[in-house]
Structure formats: structure tokens, C-alpha cells
């Protein structure tokens, strides 16, 4: 996440833990450094400013220049700031029976995507969302909203034809809210029952290409109207120091509860996200991180400021993991690995596994240290290839791989796209990898023979 400001920090702060004592002209010389990739990074001058100031203060402290270990003293003030500076604790959504959820922002931001994805996380938390279409501006914004709910099983409330004032269809739709089950919903589950009722009603809103006064003006009275517990700033986190001032402007005329930053896997430089809590005051409470409707996680300041400094983010990817895992499969797994009957079926169940997890090189950048290897970089090509190879197979061919002879193996290379070299390098590792579990089977074998023995 931010390469390019992450890249140089974790540059600057390998030389600091490099030095054996720490002086104040080595602080300052990589504070200095600090300030330009902050700046470079489109970060706010004022607010890089304060940081460094913050850092150099604590870094100058008794603790540090006396530290046996000074340098990761100093790393461990650098997260502890920037966990500061990007909020401190993460802070949850007021979540009740009845809560109404009111999203803005400007057209192109990702709005009505974002509350498709809040609904879905929602739902997958326990609650039973339902997502209102209330953006009568932009053609085709209530049918992608209905498409989206469709697609997560949440209903949606879309107005009648020719609607054109928001107040009177939030109205309506509270209204149907409050009836039974959302009567006559395309986009209702099935096995909803007569009586449900969606315990928080998430409104999606007009957007204009830039603020202007007829905008605010239809959001003031519709959030006058609906009280809403929350109202969220959806923002590109790709347009740096512009989406600072589109929420700097949003929070003076709305005073919104908090922000969710869109596309941050498209931001290289990270300006906007460690600006953004610090000009505006507002909680940063969602982070789009990426175009499917569940790449949408909550902003947790310490674990972004672990990943920004190459630390790592262990908690968000167990968490990943046990979405995507089904523990019977795993299960599954785990005795066909032990016994070493592992097949080119199972080899495909792994791919899709990790798929569900997002794309790998992100999931691999949670691991502590892995993006400060040299040349570290994931072939997302690479892997498509070995994937067509393993689908160009035939279902015989998967479950048995050694009755795949040079024809069939020409035969895979031609369906596949690949060479017949491709082919046979990935049958060599497959192979390779086979043998590996047989002997560790073998071993954890006499080692369980040999503690018998002993008793």
C-alpha cells in the first residue's frame, strides 16, 4: 500500500537502525529525508511539518539516545505517530436497530459502489442491511444500485418512475422499510420472512462533478430530514490533495461522522489518507481497497501504519483467511497433503482460495519484512499461465498426472497458450512438490514409531 512513500521510508529508517548510537545530526539529516518523502508523497506541507516536529521531539528523548538499541526505538515512535496522525483507534459505526446510514460525495468517487460494499459488510457481520436509492441525478445511479444489491442479497428500495425529489423518496422508502419483508423487492432474498425489517437503512445520494450550492443545499434538507446516526464522506483517496478539500468543504456544511477513502490500491504516493484525519478532524472509518464488492475493510490506523513501514499486517490477513477458508476443505486439504494424494484438483481449489483473499502480492505484503526483499514482486501473468495449464487439462489428467505423455502434454501446451517447456516445468515442480510431502510424511511417521518405543 503507497509504494512509493512506503518504499522510502522503510529506506530511511533501515539506515537509522544501521547506526549503533544515535545522534542528533543523525535524526536530523533523516527527518530531513523524511519531510521530502512526505512532500513527495502529496502530503499536506502544514501537516508534514507537525509530524516531523512530533518525531524529532520523542526522538530526542533520554530514552532513545540512551537505548541500547536505538534505532528501533525510533521506528517504534515512527509508528506510534503515524498511527496518530491517521486517526489513533479505529472507530467503529453507531450501529442500533432503526440506524440510518447517509453516504455523499461527488460524482466519480465510488458512492454508490461503497454502499453496495458497506451493505455487504454489514451483512456479513450479522446485521441485515438495506441499501435506498436516492441519488434521482445521475441516469442509470438507481439501476446500478439495484444491480449491486442484487448481487449481495440485500434489498433495495428504488423509487417510483420520474421521482425527482430525494426528501419525498426517503420518505417513501422509510415508509417500506417499515413494512413487511420489503413487499414485492425483486432483489429480496426468498427465505426473508413477512415480519423482517432492516435494522440499518443505508441512503445513497446525488453527486455533482464539483460542490456547489444546489448540491449542499439537497443534502442539508435531506439530512434534516432523516437524522441519520451516521453520515459518511465517500472520497478517491487517488486525487490527493483534492479529496482534502472536497471533505474539508462536505464536513463544513454537513458535519459528517466519518470518511471512507476509495481506491487507495491505486494510490501510489498516499497524500490524501495521511492528511485527511488531520485537516479535517474526522474519523477515517472504511478504506476501498480494490473493485470487488468485498475488498472493502475497515481503517484500522495502527495496521495501515504497520504496512506503510514494511511491519507487516498479520491480523488483517488471518482475518482474510478466515473469510475465504472453508474449514472443511481445509480440513480436506490437510489429510490429502499429509497422506501426499494431492492432485492437480486440489492444486486449483488453492488458486481460487487465494483468489477469494485479493490479488497475492497485496496479501503476501501483509507478511512482516517481505516488502523490504530485495526485487520482491509477485508474476500475476506468471500465475495465469500455470492456471490455463492446469484447466487445459483433462479431469482424468488432473487426478492422475502421471499418464500425461508427450502427446497430451502438446495437447495442454496448445490449449493453454504456453509451450510444451512451460508444460513440463510445471509438471517437474508438481512432481517435485509430491515428493516432498511424501517424505515428510515418511518422517512423521518413524518419529511417532520412534516416541512409541521410547514408552
Given at each position: 500500500?503507497?509504494?512509493?512513500l512506503?518504499?522510502?521510508?522503510?529506506?530511511?529508517l533501515?539506515?537509522?537502525?544501521?547506526?549503533?548510537?544515535i545522534?542528533?545530526?543523525?535524526?536530523?539529516?533523516?527527518l530531513?529525508?523524511?519531510?521530502?518523502?512526505?512532500?513527495?508523497?502529496?502530503?499536506?506541507?502544514?501537516?508534514?511539518?507537525?509530524?516531523?516536529?512530533?518525531?524529532?521531539?520523542?526522538?530526542?528523548?533520554?530514552?532513545?539516545?540512551?537505548?541500547?538499541t536505538?534505532?528501533?526505538?525510533?521506528i517504534?515512535?515512527?509508528q506510534?505517530?503515524?498511527?496518530?496522525?491517521?486517526g489513533?483507534?479505529?472507530?467503529?459505526?453507531?450501529?442500533?436497530?432503526?440506524?440510518?446510514i447517509?453516504?455523499?460525495?461527488?460524482?466519480?468517487?465510488g458512492?454508490?459502489?461503497?454502499?453496495?460494499k458497506?451493505?455487504?459488510?454489514?451483512?456479513?457481520?450479522?446485521?441485515t442491511p438495506?441499501?435506498?436509492?436516492?441519488d434521482?441525478?445521475?441516469?442509470?445511479a438507481?439501476?446500478?444500485?439495484?444491480?449491486?444489491g442484487?448481487?449481495?442479497?440485500?434489498?433495495v428500495y428504488t423509487?417510483?418512475?420520474?421521482?425527482?425529489?430525494?426528501?419525498?423518496?426517503?420518505?417513501?422508502?422509510?415508509g417500506?422499510?417499515?413494512?413487511?419483508?420489503?413487499?414485492?423487492q425483486?432483489?429480496?432474498?426468498?427465505t426473508?420472512?413477512?415480519?423482517a425489517?432492516?435494522?440499518?437503512?443505508?441512503?445513497d445520494?446525488?453527486?455533482r462533478?464539483?460542490?456547489?450550492?444546489t448540491?449542499?443545499?439537497?443534502l442539508?434538507?435531506l439530512?434534516?430530514?432523516?437524522?441519520p446516526?451516521?453520515?459518511?464522506?465517500?472520497?478517491?483517496?487517488a486525487?490527493?490533495q483534492?479529496?482534502?478539500?472536497?471533505?474539508?468543504?462536505?464536513?463544513?456544511?454537513?458535519?459528517?461522522?466519518?470518511?471512507?477513502?476509495?481506491?487507495?490500491?491505486?494510490?501510489?504516493?498516499?497524500?490524501?489518507?495521511?492528511?485527511?484525519?488531520?485537516?479535517?478532524?474526522?474519523?477515517?472509518?472504511?478504506?476501498?481497497?480494490?473493485?470487488?464488492l468485498?475488498?472493502?475493510?475497515?481503517?484500522?490506523?495502527?495496521?495501515?501504519?504497520?504496512?506503510?513501514?514494511?511491519?507487516?499486517?498479520?491480523?488483517?490477513?488471518?482475518?482474510?483467511?478466515?473469510?475465504?477458508?472453508?474449514?472443511?476443505e481445509?480440513?480436506?486439504?490437510?489429510?490429502?497433503?499429509?497422506?501426499?494424494?494431492?492432485?492437480?484438483?486440489?492444486?486449483?481449489?488453492?488458486?481460487?482460495?487465494?483468489?477469494?483473499?485479493?490479488?497475492?502480492?497485496?496479501i503476501?505484503?501483509?507478511?512482516p519484512?517481505?516488502s523490504?526483499?530485495?526485487?520482491?514482486?509477485?508474476?500475476?501473468?506468471?500465475?495465469?499461465?500455470?492456471?490455463?495449464?492446469?484447466?487445459?487439462?483433462?479431469?482424468?489428467?488432473?487426478?492422475?498426472p502421471g499418464?500425461?505423455?508427450?502427446?497430451?502434454r502438446?495437447?495442454?501446451a496448445?490449449?493453454?497458450?504456453?509451450?510444451?517447456?512451460?508444460?513440463?516445468?510445471?509438471?517437474?515442480?508438481?512432481?517435485?512438490?509430491?515428493?516432498?510431502?511424501?517424505s515428510?510424511?515418511?518422517?512423521?511417521?518413524?518419529?511417532?514409531?520412534?516416541?512409541?518405543?521410547?514408552?
Amino acid at each position: 500500500m503507497f509504494p512509493q512513500l512506503s518504499d522510502r521510508l522503510q529506506e530511511i529508517l533501515k539506515e537509522l537502525r544501521g547506526h549503533g548510537t544515535i545522534s542528533e545530526s543523525n535524526i536530523d539529516a533523516a527527518l530531513r529525508q523524511v519531510r521530502l518523502a512526505l512532500l513527495e508523497a502529496d502530503v499536506d506541507f502544514h501537516v508534514a511539518k507537525k509530524f516531523i516536529a512530533r518525531v524529532k521531539d520523542k526522538a530526542l528523548g533520554e530514552a532513545v539516545l540512551r537505548s541500547i538499541t536505538p534505532g528501533q526505538q525510533i521506528i517504534k515512535i515512527f509508528q506510534d505517530e503515524l498511527t496518530a496522525l491517521l486517526g489513533g483507534d479505529a472507530e467503529p459505526l453507531r450501529l442500533e436497530n432503526g440506524t440510518r446510514i447517509l453516504i455523499v460525495g461527488l460524482n466519480g468517487s465510488g458512492k454508490t459502489t461503497s454502499a453496495a460494499k458497506l451493505a455487504l459488510f454489514l451483512k456479513k457481520q450479522g446485521y441485515t442491511p438495506a441499501l435506498v436509492a436516492c441519488d434521482l441525478q445521475r441516469p442509470a445511479a438507481i439501476e446500478q444500485l439495484a444491480m449491486l444489491g442484487n448481487q449481495i442479497g440485500v434489498p433495495v428500495y428504488t423509487p417510483a418512475p420520474g421521482e425527482k425529489n430525494a426528501q419525498r423518496a426517503a420518505q417513501a422508502a422509510l415508509g417500506w422499510i417499515d413494512g413487511p419483508a420489503f413487499a414485492n423487492q425483486p432483489s429480496r432474498e426468498p427465505t426473508a420472512s413477512r415480519d423482517a425489517r432492516a435494522r440499518q437503512a443505508i441512503f445513497d445520494t446525488a453527486g455533482r462533478q464539483e460542490i456547489d450550492d444546489t448540491l449542499m443545499d439537497e443534502l442539508k434538507e435531506l439530512k434534516e430530514f432523516l437524522q441519520p446516526q451516521e453520515t459518511l464522506l465517500v472520497v478517491d483517496a487517488a486525487t490527493g490533495q483534492q479529496a482534502v478539500s472536497v471533505a474539508t468543504r462536505f464536513n463544513d456544511a454537513l458535519e459528517i461522522t466519518g470518511i471512507i477513502l476509495t481506491k487507495l490500491d491505486g494510490d501510489a504516493r498516499g497524500g490524501a489518507a495521511l492528511s485527511m484525519r488531520e485537516v479535517t478532524r474526522c474519523p477515517m472509518k472504511f478504506a476501498g481497497t480494490g473493485e470487488k464488492l468485498d475488498q472493502f475493510e475497515l481503517f484500522i490506523p495502527e495496521r495501515l501504519a504497520g504496512r506503510i513501514l514494511g511491519m507487516g499486517d498479520v491480523v488483517t490477513l488471518v482475518e482474510k483467511a478466515a473469510e475465504a477458508v472453508d474449514q472443511e476443505e481445509a480440513a480436506r486439504m490437510e489429510r490429502k497433503l499429509r497422506t501426499a494424494s494431492f492432485d492437480f484438483d486440489d492444486f486449483l481449489a488453492q488458486f481460487k482460495m487465494m483468489r477469494k483473499m485479493g490479488p497475492l502480492e497485496n496479501i503476501l505484503g501483509m507478511l512482516p519484512g517481505v516488502s523490504n526483499v530485495q526485487g520482491f514482486s509477485i508474476d500475476e501473468k506468471q500465475l495465469k499461465r500455470t492456471e490455463a495449464i492446469v484447466l487445459s487439462m483433462t479431469s482424468e489428467e488432473r487426478t492422475r498426472p502421471g499418464i500425461l505423455n508427450a502427446r497430451r502434454r502438446q495437447r495442454i501446451a496448445r490449449g493453454s497458450g504456453c509451450s510444451v517447456t512451460e508444460v513440463n516445468d510445471l509438471l517437474r515442480r508438481f512432481d517435485q512438490m509430491r515428493k516432498m510431502m511424501k517424505s515428510a510424511g515418511k518422517m512423521k511417521k518413524m518419529m511417532a514409531q520412534m516416541a512409541r518405543m521410547r514408552t
